[in-house]
């Protein structure tokens, strides 16, 4: 057993360590991690309303595409090839960062601090509710990111309001710039929370809330 196989066996096996010590070296590219953040500032919202006193907007939580829902952010390299950036991962899990983002930026835009995404604790009685889900909302290659949604919004009673289709579309300013391309992620949710606030402070407008 220590014969001539066993000498030749060490030479090859610290061969095989140096070569993965090299793989794992100081060398190698650390993994990122981002975050998507809210886009709409304060002073977006109602000018003098309380936010105490605001609008109660209940988020059912997203939906989002099964290849999506994964740590690794997901580039559209064609038509119909997807490509995992495994060293640009997300923070957190990306169907509740949609979820607490969008939260946010309908928070500041109805400038109301009782916007909650469920199953949280509303505060009071809701007067409208959100289902979302999305369909697409990956960057490409080019840096442009596409947001394909539908979002639906019922009143406080449950009766249905609006169905709406959205296809929001942001270009990063450098198609090879990771901070860049969730930049442009958050801008497009965003758009899509102003198109969502609009509607929800006409109806509130009209006395169309529909309380229970």
């Known amino acids: 057993?220590?014969?001539?196989?066993?000498?030749?066996?060490?030479?090859?096996?610290l061969m095989v360590m140096?070569?993965?010590?090299?793989?794992?070296?100081?060398?190698?590219?650390?993994t990122r991690f981002f975050l998507l953040t809210a886009q709409i500032g304060q002073e977006e919202g109602r000018?003098?309303?309380?936010?105490?006193?605001?609008?109660?907007?209940?988020?059912?939580?997203v939906e989002i595409p099964q290849y999506l829902n994964r740590p690794e952010m997901v580039t559209r390299a064609g038509g119909n090839r997807l490509q995992l950036e495994r060293m640009n991962q997300w923070g957190g899990d990306l169907k509740e960062d949609i979820g607490?983002?969008?939260?946010?930026?309908?928070?500041?835009?109805?400038?109301?601090?009782?916007?909650?995404?469920?199953p949280g604790r509303s505060e009071g009685e809701p007067d409208f509710r959100l289902v979302t889900s999305i369909h697409r909302f990956e960057p490409d290659e080019a840096g442009e990111v596409v947001l394909e949604a539908?979002?639906?919004?019922?009143?406080?009673?449950?009766?249905?309001?609006?169905?709406?289709?959205?296809?929001?579309v942001q270009r990063a300013a450098r198609a090879d710039d990771q901070d860049a391309l969730v930049k442009a992620m958050s801008q497009a949710l965003a758009e899509w929370a102003r198109e969502m606030?609009?509607?929800i402070l006409a109806r509130a407008k009209d006395g169309k809330k529909g309380k229970r």
């Open 197 to 199: 606030g609009v509607v």
């Open 150 to 168: 539908r979002w639906i919004l019922f009143d406080g009673r449950g009766g249905q309001l609006e169905t709406r289709h959205a296809r929001l």
């Open 47 to 61: 000018l003098g309303a309380d936010r105490k006193a605001g609008l109660v907007v209940e988020l059912e939580p």
């Open 1 to 13: 057993m220590s014969g001539r196989g066993g000498v030749l066996g060490w030479p090859i096996l």
């Open 18 to 30: 140096g070569v993965l010590a090299g793989c794992a070296g100081p060398g190698s590219p650390p």
């Open 100 to 118: 607490r983002v969008t939260m946010e930026n309908l928070g500041r835009l109805l400038h109301s601090e009782r916007v909650t995404l469920l």
